[in-house]
C-alpha cells in the first residue's frame, strides 16, 4: 500500500465568477509573481500594482544621491517589498553589506525569502525585525554606515490585503497595525478617545478639515451602541458625518472618499506612533552614519516631510551635515502615471561631513 502521508497535499486555487478576478485572495497569479510574470507586467502596463506586491517609488533618484560604492555598509530602514534592498545589493556587487529593517514580521518574512532565493546569504544581507526609532541599537551590532534609505510609504501589500485592515475600500477588521502582534487594533483604540482626542489625531496626522463633525459622529455613534469594528463601520460613520456638512451632493461621493483616505492615514500614523518613530530615527542618524554618510529619505505625507527638513536644516547650520537637498525632489510625470501611488512621494537627501 502507498503511504500518502508525506505527500504535500494539493490546494485548489480559489474560483471566481466573471472573466476577471476581483478579490484579493481570488487573484492568485498576481499573488505568485515569480510564477505568472506574464501577468504581472500587463497589470503594471495597465497603471496598476499586482495583488501581494509593490511597486519601488523613485528608484533610480534615490540610488543617485546614495551613490553607493562596493565594498560599504548601507541600511534600508523600511524593507518592505525588498525592491529598493535589492537595487542596493545589486549596487554593492557582492561586496559590503545591507542591513534591513522592518517591524512587519508576515510581510517582510516573505520579502526576505525572495532575496534569499537571489543568493544573498547572511555575510551581505541582514534582516532585523525592529522599529528604525530602534536604530541606535542596530548600529551597535552591525556597526556605522555608510548610506541609509527610509521610504516611508506604506507597502501596497498591506494596503491591498483586506486581511490586514488598512483601506476602506474592502471590509475587513479595523486594525491598521504594522506588526499585527504588538499593542491593539485601531477599532479598540478608537473606543476608548474622547471627541477632543480624536479631532486632535485628525488634524495633527492629516489635516482634516471635517475633523470636529466627524470626531462628535464617531463618539455618537459609539454612544448609541454601533461599536466601530470593520473598515466599511469607519467609512461609513465619516461618510454620516459629511452628511451633516454644507458638501454639495454632487461633490459628496469625491469628497467621503478623500476624507476616508485622510482619516484611515490618521489613525495609522497614531496606532504606529510613525512621528515619534521618525524623529527618533533623524534625531539619532549622526551618530550612526560614518563620515560622509549619505541619507535619503522618501515621505508621502506633509508631516513626515516637514519633520525631515526641520531635522536636516538643522543638523546643517550646526555642521553635523555637509550637504542638504536645497529643494524637495518628485517623481517624473511618467513615474506617476505608471504608478499612480507614486503621485504624493517627496524625496530629501543629507550628506555628513567628513570629518
Do not use: W
Not at 507597502?155 to 486581511?163: A, C, E, F, N
Not at 492629516?206 to 454601533?226: L, M, N
Amino acid at each position: 500500500m502507498t503511504d500518502n502521508r508525506d505527500k504535500e497535499t494539493h490546494k485548489r486555487r480559489v474560483h471566481y465568477s466573471g472573466k476577471y478576478p476581483k478579490k484579493f485572495e481570488e487573484k492568485y497569479k498576481e499573488l505568485q509573481p515569480e510564477k505568472y510574470a506574464e501577468t504581472i507586467e500587463h497589470v503594471k502596463a495597465k497603471g496598476n500594482t499586482p495583488a501581494g506586491t509593490h511597486i519601488s517609488i523613485m528608484v533610480s533618484e534615490c540610488m543617485e544621491y546614495l551613490n553607493i560604492k562596493p565594498g560599504e555598509r548601507g541600511l534600508d530602514c523600511t524593507f518592505g517589498y525588498g525592491g529598493h534592498s535589492r537595487r542596493i545589493l545589486e549596487a554593492l556587487g557582492g561586496e559590503g553589506h545591507l542591513t534591513s529593517l522592518d517591524v512587519d514580521p508576515i510581510e517582510s518574512a516573505k520579502s526576505c525569502d525572495r532575496i534569499r532565493a537571489l543568493g544573498y546569504g547572511e555575510d551581505s544581507f541582514s534582516l532585523e525585525l525592529t522599529n528604525f526609532a530602534n536604530v541606535d541599537e542596530v548600529c551597535r551590532k552591525h556597526g556605522k554606515f555608510d548610506f541609509v534609505l527610509a521610504d516611508l510609504g506604506v507597502s501596497s501589500m498591506q494596503i491591498d490585503d483586506p486581511s490586514r485592515g488598512f483601506s476602506y475600500k474592502v471590509d475587513a477588521t479595523l486594525d491598521l497595525r504594522m506588526d499585527p502582534t504588538k499593542g491593539e487594533s485601531a477599532a479598540d483604540f478608537l473606543k476608548k478617545l474622547s471627541t477632543d482626542e480624536i479631532i486632535e489625531i485628525l488634524i495633527k496626522n492629516s489635516d482634516e478639515p471635517y475633523a470636529q463633525v466627524i470626531a462628535k459622529t464617531i463618539v455618537s455613534e459609539r454612544k448609541s451602541g454601533r461599536a466601530i469594528k470593520t473598515t466599511l463601520d469607519f467609512k461609513n460613520v465619516i461618510e454620516k458625518a459629511l452628511a451633516k456638512t454644507d458638501i454639495p451632493a454632487k461633490e459628496m461621493k469625491d469628497a467621503v472618499k478623500k476624507a476616508c483616505a485622510r482619516c484611515f492615514q490618521a489613525l495609522r500614523i497614531e496606532i504606529n506612533d510613525e512621528f515619534g518613530a521618525l524623529e527618533s530615527l533623524l534625531r539619532k542618524l549622526p551618530e550612526v552614519l560614518n563620515p560622509g554618510g549619505r541619507v535619503v529619505f522618501l515621505t508621502f505625507h506633509s508631516g513626515e516631510d516637514r519633520l525631515v527638513k526641520g531635522y536636516f536644516k538643522e543638523y546643517f547650520r550646526q555642521g553635523i551635515y555637509s550637504e542638504i537637498s536645497k529643494d524637495v525632489m518628485r517623481p517624473s510625470m511618467k513615474e506617476c502615471v505608471d504608478n499612480p501611488r507614486a503621485k504624493s512621494t517627496k524625496l530629501r537627501y543629507a550628506v555628513m561631513r567628513q570629518d
